[in-house]
């Protein structure tokens, strides 16, 4: 009885240790198309979680260097988008494809990105909104590799492709702020503040952002004096956590929860 006591103190004062600070997840997409660029955002203090394009001129290149820092590299799939003048990817995931064609391309594409740990959208804003488009690739996804995550990057308000991943047996996650939708520092300050708000109210919040020159200037200004209030945390790692809360709450709930009394 001593040592189950002990135990239990020991755990306890393990969870008052724990460091409690809310999480900011920050990922970088877009990365392939400038190799100076990219390294300036691989570069970034932090365990910040890095979007590589398939097929670009340094993708491969800026995906290793990410993996040799210990960053967390991911694929940026590209998907049709809603916007027909929107920059297009030749090898973006598109409503013409039949299933078939889809699993082949999702394959391919996972296939060209060394060390990923999960997937986001490029663009998609037009097929995430779908689920017999979602459904195949996040099926395609899981038999390629189940131990990837897919990361939603929310660029359609009605996008099913949270809700598809999870259904594949995928985790799943969804961005809370683009950082940089407008491109002028000002703007970029105000959705850095509101991204550490929805981390206060939340507990954690996830941000993606662009190795834009004004981007990568805010975050190197801000991201050391943030360091004191919150914790950074790669994606992977903020599933793990988020599933180990809410498995807390319910072993919480289920304690506080009285034995029915049998009469």
Not at 107 to 136: C, K, Q, W, Y
Not at 183 to 193: H, M, V
């Amino acid at each position: 009885m001593t040592r189950i006591c002990l135990l239990l103190l020991a755990g306890y004062a393990g969870l008052i240790q724990a460091d409690q600070r809310p999480v900011l997840s920050l990922v970088i997409d877009d990365l392939g198309y400038s190799l100076e660029n990219g390294r300036a955002a691989i570069d970034l203090d932090g365990d910040h979680t890095y979007a590589i394009l398939p097929g670009a001129a340094y993708s491969r290149q800026l995906a290793k260097r990410a993996h040799g820092l210990n960053k967390e590299v991911i694929l940026h799939m590209p998907m049709q988008s809603i916007n027909s003048t929107a920059a297009h990817e030749p090898n973006a995931l598109n409503e013409a494809m039949d299933e078939n064609q889809l699993t082949s391309n999702v394959h391919s594409l996972l296939a060209e990105i060394p060390f990923i740990r999960g997937v986001n959208n490029h663009m998609g804003s037009h097929l995430t909104e779908f689920d017999f488009f979602m459904r195949p690739v996040m099926d395609s996804i899981r038999g390629y590799n189940p131990g990837l995550y897919f990361l939603d990057s929310r660029t359609s308000p009605r996008s099913v492709a949270y809700t598809e991943a999870l259904g594949a047996g995928l985790n799943s996650i969804t961005r809370d702020v683009f950082l940089d939708n407008e491109t002028n520092s000002e703007s970029i300050r105000l959705q850095y503040k509101i991204w550490l708000t929805r981390a206060r109210e939340n507990g954690s919040a996830i941000a993606i952002g662009h190795p834009y020159p004004n981007t990568l200037e805010v975050l190197n200004q801000q991201l050391s004096d943030t360091n004191s209030e919150f914790r950074f945390m790669r994606i992977s790692r903020l599933i793990e956590e988020r599933k180990l809360n809410s498995k807390s709450k319910k072993s919480t709930a289920q304690l506080s929860t009285p034995e029915p009394v049998v009469q």
